[in-house]
């Protein structure tokens, strides 16, 4: 959520930032905000005044009640009875103007950064840099549910008796990759100074509508039928939401946190033949950074953190590249994204496997994190990053690390997660 003073002062930059996201629907809401912002000032001047004149008009009927001047004391108190009615109305307006305030202040989108280039959808992405060199060896690299089966991985039929399409079960040594990739992770997270946490699995509406936008909640979130709960689809939901109506001691700045968590998500509409198996599922498991910050930090953090992303594939060994998110591409409330996509052998193209987010203080205004000034207090600057989210990340690491024979090599950094294994050997049928 941007700052009302912005719209106030500057309503041709907020609808310039609209039309640079392609969301020309959303331009009428400025006027909209303008119009009810200026509504609910009136209505709060009026009300004040009626506070005032309540006062003085009481202090009046007790000096006329000791001069016995009883008609015209009954004259004042009508008066004082007429403005309680009005007073009682002004408040009730109030109320109706400020939750329709919210709710247009909410669908309009963060300003972007001035790096974030111009363009309708992820197909304008641009290309920032690449780590390692990209490879494609001299026999073909499976589609990796094949892989997964040759290694006695994965099961996907029993999952969809159980649970239905977009679940899986990862079994023996592949389950075990799983858990040593996030063991990894975690420690890899922490040595960078990272504290690390499990957050709740399950949060409530009011911190739903605080981390994203209505559009993202009905696409991504499941909830929990008859409570007021719904399923986290990241960790970031529950532990920026750790801090919401709190004000944080401005020495006590950066908060820097490491958090794993499961993830679900409802995963609206067809996403193409490459999203069979394990790539696009309902449910998987993360862990993400968390960085909450003054403002003067937050671009210095982004660069840092999504870095951290880059150097955890570089040491696995998989050749990874970073993209910049054009505008199409951005959540409404993220002010700058970057993707980090790993590389794929089979498809000889990156693919998504994790994404880095500058909100600036959207996230904050909605939740009200503050952290005290000596002028004050001032709205914190909020920023999350994938580490890593097997099985996604799973695939590009089999494809990268397969072998001729179907075995999968395990890099050094991972092998005292995995019981010293150098490699994960083909199982025999």
């Not at 799973?394 to 997660?417: C, K, M, Q, T, W």
């Amino acid at each position: 959520m941007i700052d009302i003073n912005l719209i106030r002062t500057a309503p041709e930059t907020v609808r310039e930032n609209i039309r640079k996201k392609f969301q020309d629907r959303k331009l009428p809401l400025v006027d909209e905000a303008l119009e009810l912002d200026a509504k609910k000032r009136a209505l709060q001047n009026e009300g004040d005044a009626l506070r005032a004149s309540r006062n003085a008009l009481s202090k009046q009927i007790g000096a006329l009640m000791k001069e016995k001047k009883t008609q015209e004391a009954e004259e004042v108190k009508a008066q004082v009875t007429a403005n309680a009615a009005r007073l009682a109305q002004i408040e009730e307006e109030s109320a109706a103007v400020a939750a329709r305030l919210k709710e247009v202040m909410m669908s309009i989108p963060n300003i972007i950064s001035p790096e974030t280039p111009i363009g309708k959808d992820d197909s304008e992405n641009v290309e920032r840099a690449r780590f390692l060199e990209p490879k494609v060896p001299d026999f073909e690299i499976p589609y990796h549910v094949d892989i997964l089966e040759k290694l006695d991985g994965v099961d996907l039929d029993s999952a969809r008796r159980t649970s239905g399409q977009g679940f899986y079960y990862l079994t023996g040594d592949v389950a075990r990759l799983h858990s040593a990739i996030l063991a990894y992770a975690r420690d890899f997270m922490i040595d960078k100074g990272f504290t690390y946490c499990i957050p709740p699995f399950m949060i409530r509406s009011d911190v739903v509508s605080g981390v994203m936008s209505f559009e993202e909640m009905d696409g991504m979130m499941y909830k929990i039928e008859g409570e007021d709960l719904y399923l986290i689809g990241t960790s970031e939901h529950s532990m920026i939401g750790r801090f919401m109506g709190t004000t944080i001691e401005e020495k006590k700045l950066p908060l820097t946190l490491t958090s794993y968590s499961p993830c679900f998500r409802k995963e609206k509409g067809a996403h193409g033949i490459e999203e069979r198996g394990i790539y696009r599922i309902h449910q998987f498991e993360k862990q993400e950074m968390i960085v909450i910050c003054k403002p003067e930090e937050s671009c210095a953090w982004f660069e840092k953190m999504y870095n951290y992303t880059v150097e955890l594939f570089v040491s696995m060994q998989i050749p990874v590249r970073t993209l910049e998110c054009c505008s199409g591409d951005l959540a409404d409330l993220k002010y700058r994204s970057l993707d980090v996509e790993a590389w794929s052998p089979r498809q000889k193209k990156y693919f998504e496997v994790g994404s880095c987010s500058n909100l600036t203080d959207a996230q904050a205004r909605r939740l009200n994190i503050r952290y005290k000034t000596e002028k004050g207090t001032a709205f914190a600057h909020t920023l999350n990053n994938t580490v890593v989210a097997p099985p996604r990340m799973l695939i590009a690491f089999l494809e990268n690390h397969l072998r001729s024979d179907g075995s999968v090599f395990i890099p050094e950094v991972l092998r005292p997660y995995m019981g010293g294994k150098t490699e994960i050997a083909v199982k025999a049928k």
